[in-house]
């Protein structure tokens, strides 16, 4: 299965940093943010990743390259300077993707995920990880029934992750350019044809410099530990 991380983000937020430098090549505790993720989906097996870029994206794959160093071999989807937003920037990608699932990772996020732990049940088009709201971000996203299944309003709602599982023919139905995923899982939903799991380990959402450096401080503890 192939795997893709979502690095085309202008990173608003997290300026003056990000004047200077893409979004997932901002560094926690000495190594930049989409290393982590790199690392995290080899050793759970996935070698095959694909890339989205925009803003800064040259300084993304003159970092990361072919991947070889990281015993990944990666492709890249170049989105121009504006970025395609999460929908479209998969759209674009599917042809580096193939036919089969495969797993999406937002690049600003940081996780103790095992990837290996996800399955996407075989009459299902996604499946979600969710994660309890985080403070920035107490309403949440998404219902989650006992079953599994995904839900757009419910009495608990939890945040999405930016991780999930994808059949391709998911995204047959988003048109060419720029658009949001949102729309696309609540009418799949609306079909239940989307699953989702809630995961209760360490989540971060980077979206902020304060942030960052919560999880810098966290993974040099872990280090030291």
């Known amino acids: 299965m192939k795997a893709m991380i979502l690095a085309a983000g202008r990173g608003e937020r997290m300026r003056p940093l990000t004047d200077q430098l893409p979004k997932p090549l901002l560094n926690a505790a000495?190594?930049?943010l989409i290393q982590y993720h790199i690392e995290s989906l080899v050793r759970a097996g996935y070698r095959e990743l694909v890339i989205n870029h925009a803003w800064?994206?040259?300084?993304?794959?003159?970092?990361?390259?072919?991947?070889?160093?990281?015993?990944?071999q990666i492709r890249y989807s170049d989105e121009g300077t504006e970025g395609l937003e999460t929908a479209g920037g998969i759209r674009q990608a599917l042809p580096l993707l193939g036919n089969e699932p495969f797993l999406v990772v937002n690049g600003d996020i940081w996780t103790d995920l095992d990837f290996s732990s996800?399955?996407?049940?075989?009459?299902?088009?996604?499946?979600?990880?969710?994660?309890?709201n985080p403070p920035q971000h107490p309403q949440g996203d998404f219902g989650l029934q006992q079953d599994g299944l995904a839900l757009q309003q419910a009495?608990?709602?939890?945040?999405?992750?930016?991780?999930?599982?994808y059949r391709p023919a998911f995204f047959q139905q988003v048109p060419a350019g720029k658009q949001k995923l949102a729309p696309f899982l609540r009418s799949a939903m609306a079909?239940?044809?989307?699953?989702?799991?809630?995961?209760?380990?360490?989540?971060?959402?980077?979206?902020?410099?304060?942030?960052?450096?919560?999880?810098?401080?966290?993974?040099?503890?872990?280090?030291?530990?």
């Open 56 to 72: 800064l994206g040259d300084k993304l794959t003159a970092y990361l390259g072919d991947g070889q160093r990281f015993a990944a």
């Open 30 to 32: 000495g190594k930049p």
């Open 118 to 132: 996800l399955h996407l049940p075989a009459d299902k088009l996604a499946h979600l990880v969710l994660v309890p």
């Open 155 to 165: 009495a608990t709602q939890y945040t999405f992750s930016g991780i999930a599982l």
């Open 191 to 225: 079909q239940g044809l989307v699953s989702a799991e809630l995961y209760q380990g360490q989540w971060f959402d980077i979206g902020t410099v304060e942030r960052l450096t919560q999880l810098s401080d966290l993974l040099e503890k872990r280090h030291v530990g």
